[in-house]
């Protein structure tokens, strides 16, 4: 494929201006150019084609089912697009807030700050949240931040410890380690769950904090949640809940009900927001009564009619500036305002129906890496299919030629060969079946013939890349 500089011939124009009706004035050197700018020189038609054809080569969920397991790909409603380019959301100077005098001039978005983050506390079951963090990771830095706070407040500097199951995401000890912690790996059972007498064995006056998500990465619910918690809290140790699999028990139950004290939320996963490929997101964090002292600040609060800024008396500071990515906010109230409370219990029913079916239909097939029914995602281990010789790696380009974005293979890493599925609420059963058809026949061709999925993919522009090549040589000439 060319690009548009290649297409340039001299003295070629899209637009063509009609001649001067009033007399022509010279810019004054001082802001002149010495040379022309190196533009391309194209049609209109050339450049109309040139960007329709590069924008139907994206991926992405208006075209094309994303089963790309944790990462909730799910169709956002475009209501919620809509909302957030209202021009008093999103042409509103971000400095307004900044200046006690312009409140008045921004009141609007203050409320929906204070509201979103009402809703999200109460979604949560926690006294209060903050919109401030810029992505998950993000959120796990500040709740892990906040429990620093709150044990140095408590002079308990000697809590240092951080537990974090093998089945956590990477950036659960990495986000602890920054936050100046030593963390320490708890492995799963093989049923794919926390290991209760592990975490026994772990738990002492030096823990500061235990880092869970619900339900975990193997697509399970935790049922010893409420003991863990009960065991942490005996040594004044804290919860700490990764809410990037919120979509699978949002408005069913609260984290703060099942003892948890601090949560991030991906609103890019579970409330509106496009995502993948880097952002923006929001990582919006939620807290009980225990961490509320110490909040990122300044926080809005209703003041008589009206709402101001205020700082939390023992805040850690700000994460972000101003109120993170606000627009994100504003998609995430479209979108909690247009399910209301049964509404996303019935986005969260629907996602663990449709990964269960998904279960249900491939089982014979590929085997589940766990027992039993799933939540929001179903795990396969293609252990016995590697076996043979078509890897979890071939396996998801073969559903690259049939048009799927690849399922999760390199993740959660307690499972061999990972092939995780997470189809959300929001794909048909038509999708989901000939999803399942096309997963079905490469099963057959992994058995048969695996040398067949090795040459996959076939059809796409980039073909089989070279790994090391695709991470350490970007500058790669030789792409079609
Ligand atoms: C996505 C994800 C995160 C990190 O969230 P980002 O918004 O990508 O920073 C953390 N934990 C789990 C389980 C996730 O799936």
């Known amino acids: 494929m060319q690009l548009i500089f290649e297409k340039s011939r001299p003295g070629r124009r899209a637009l063509a201006l009609d001649p001067l009706d009033v007399p022509p004035v010279e810019l ?85 700050v204070h509201t979103v983050e009402g809703i999200l506390a109460q979604v949560g079951g926690m006294e209060a949240a903050c919109l401030q963090p810029m992505a998950g990771a993000h959120g796990e830095l500040a709740g892990t931040l906040l429990i620093a706070a709150y044990h140095r407040d408590r002079g308990n500097a000697h809590k240092r410890v951080v537990l974090v199951p093998d089945s956590a995401h990477g950036t659960n000890p990495a986000s602890a380690a920054m936050a100046g912690f030593d963390v320490v790996q708890i492995p799963s059972t093989p049923e794919g769950l926390a290991d209760l007498d592990r975490f026994r064995e772990a738990m002492n006056d030096n823990v500061a904090a235990v880092m869970l ?65 880097g952002g923006p997101g929001s990582g919006a964090i939620a807290v009980g009564d225990r961490l509320l002292p110490y909040l990122p600040g300044p926080r809005v609060e209703r003041a008589g009619e009206g709402f101001v800024l205020r700082e939390p008396p023992k805040s850690i500071g700000r994460m972000a500036p101003f109120f993170g990515n606000f627009l ?132 796409l522009p980039v073909t089989r890349l070279d790994e090391v090549k695709a991470a350490k040589d970007l500058n790669c000439a030789s792409l079609p």
């Not at 028990?249 to 609103?267: A, Q, S, Y």
């Not at 073969?398 to 399922?407: K, Q, S, T, V």
Request: glycine share 6%; aromatic share 10%; with cysteine.
């Open 213 to 277: 998500t619900c339900p975990n990465t193997h697509g399970l619910f935790e049922p010893q949640v409420a003991e863990i918690a009960e065991m942490a809290h005996a040594v004044d140790a804290l919860m700490y809940y990764d809410g990037a699999n919120l979509n699978a028990i949002v408005g069913k139950c609260r984290p703060g009900d099942l003892g948890f004290d601090v949560m991030h939320f991906n609103l890019h996963k579970t409330f509106a927001t496009p995502h993948g490929m």
């Open 328 to 459: 994100i906010a504003v998609r995430a109230y479209a979108f909690l305002r247009h399910y209301g409370g049964d509404g996303l219990a019935a986005v969260a029913e629907n996602a663990v129906l449709n990964a269960n079916y998904i279960l249900a239909r491939l089982r014979g097939a590929y085997r589940p890496a766990f027992e039993g029914t799933c939540m929001h995602e179903c795990v396969f281990t293609a252990a016995a299919q590697a076996e043979k010789g078509a890897r979890a790696l071939d396996i998801a380009k073969a559903l690259l030629d049939r048009g799927y974005h690849a399922p999760t293979v390199y993740f959660p890493l307690t499972v061999k060969e990972c092939v995780m599925i997470e189809p959300t609420e929001t794909e048909s059963k038509e999708t989901l079946d000939a999803f399942c058809d096309d997963m079905l026949e490469i099963a057959r061709l992994a058995d048969t013939s695996p040398e067949a999925l090795k040459a996959a993919p076939g059809s």
């Open 28 to 112: 004054p050197a001082a802001f002149r150019r010495e040379a022309p700018p190196a533009l391309p020189e194209v049609g209109e038609f050339d450049v109309v084609r040139h960007f329709t054809h590069l924008s139907r080569r994206n991926f992405g969920l208006d075209s094309h089912f994303y089963p790309l397991g944790s990462c909730t790909m799910k169709y956002n409603p475009k209501v919620a697009e809509t909302v957030a380019a209202h021009p008093g959301f999103a042409s509103l100077h971000p400095h307004l807030s900044t200046t006690p005098a312009y409140w008045d001039a921004c009141q609007g978005a203050l409320e929906l």
